[in-house]
C-alpha cells in the first residue's frame, strides 16, 4: 500500500507514514455496497433482497444529487443577475429607479432569454417569474434584518427546471434536505438583487 500524501510503500497494519507522517487512509466501500457483497452468496433470496436495499438507497441518493445540482444552478443564477446589474452600469453609468426599467434594462437587457408567461427563461432553462411588488426600486438597504418583501420593489421566484416541470417547490430551511424542491426566491433592488434576510437562499449562497 502506498502514502497517498508522499507515495512511498508501507505495510498495511502501519497508522502513520514513517516518510512525511500523514496519517495513512484507507479506502473504504460505503456500508451499503458491503451489504450487497454481503448478500451476493444469498441463492434465490439474493435478488429480491438486493432489490430492497437498492430501493431504501436509491431515492436518497437521487434526491442527494438533485440537490447538489440545484443548488449550483441557483448560484449560477444569482451570478448571471448580478453581472447584468453590474454591466448595465457600467455601459449607461446609473441605477434605475423605476421597478420596470429595473427588471428591463438592469436584467432582460443584459441575459440571454427568451420570454415566457411573467417572466422571462434562460438559456440554460431557468426560469425567473416576475412579481412587481411597488413602482419605485431603492438601493439594498444597509440593514441586512430589511432585505425582502418589506424593502424590495419586486420578487423573484426562480424554477432552474422550469415552471412546468415537477416538483415545483419552493425551498424552506425546513424541507430542503427531506424534500426535493427546485424553486428559489431573490428580491429585486435598484442596484442589485438579494436574498432575503435569514433565507436558505442565503444560506445557499454562503452569504453572510
Not at 130 to 151: H, S, W
Request: net charge positive; charged share 25%.
Amino acid at each position: 500500500m502506498k502514502c497517498k500524501f508522499c507515495g512511498v510503500e508501507v505495510e498495511d497494519n502501519i497508522k502513520n507514514c514513517p516518510a512525511c507522517g500523514n496519517k495513512i487512509k484507507k479506502d473504504k466501500f460505503p456500508i451499503w455496497a458491503i451489504v450487497l457483497i454481503a448478500l451476493s452468496g444469498g441463492g434465490c433470496l439474493t435478488l429480491p433482497i438486493i432489490g430492497i436495499v437498492a430501493a431504501m438507497i436509491i431515492p436518497s441518493l437521487v434526491m442527494h444529487t438533485e440537490s447538489a445540482q440545484n443548488k449550483a444552478v441557483l448560484k449560477k443564477t444569482y451570478s448571471t443577475l448580478q453581472q447584468a446589474y453590474l454591466m448595465e452600469k457600467v455601459i449607461s453609468d446609473k441605477y434605475y429607479s423605476d421597478v420596470d426599467a429595473v427588471w428591463q434594462k438592469s436584467i432582460k437587457s443584459r441575459v440571454n432569454y427568451t420570454d415566457i408567461n411573467g417572466g422571462i427563461k434562460l438559456a440554460d432553462g431557468t426560469e425567473i417569474k416576475f412579481e412587481k411588488l411597488k413602482n419605485r426600486c431603492d438601493m439594498v438597504p444597509r440593514d441586512i434584518a430589511f432585505y425582502g418583501k418589506e424593502t424590495a420593489c419586486a420578487r423573484l421566484l426562480i424554477d432552474v427546471n422550469g415552471f412546468e416541470k415537477a416538483p415545483n417547490r419552493l425551498t424552506t430551511s425546513k424541507d430542503y434536505r427531506t424534500k426535493r424542491t427546485d424553486q428559489f426566491e431573490l428580491w429585486m433592488y435598484s442596484d442589485k438583487v438579494v436574498a432575503g434576510s435569514g433565507s436558505f437562499e442565503r444560506y445557499l449562497l454562503n452569504i453572510k
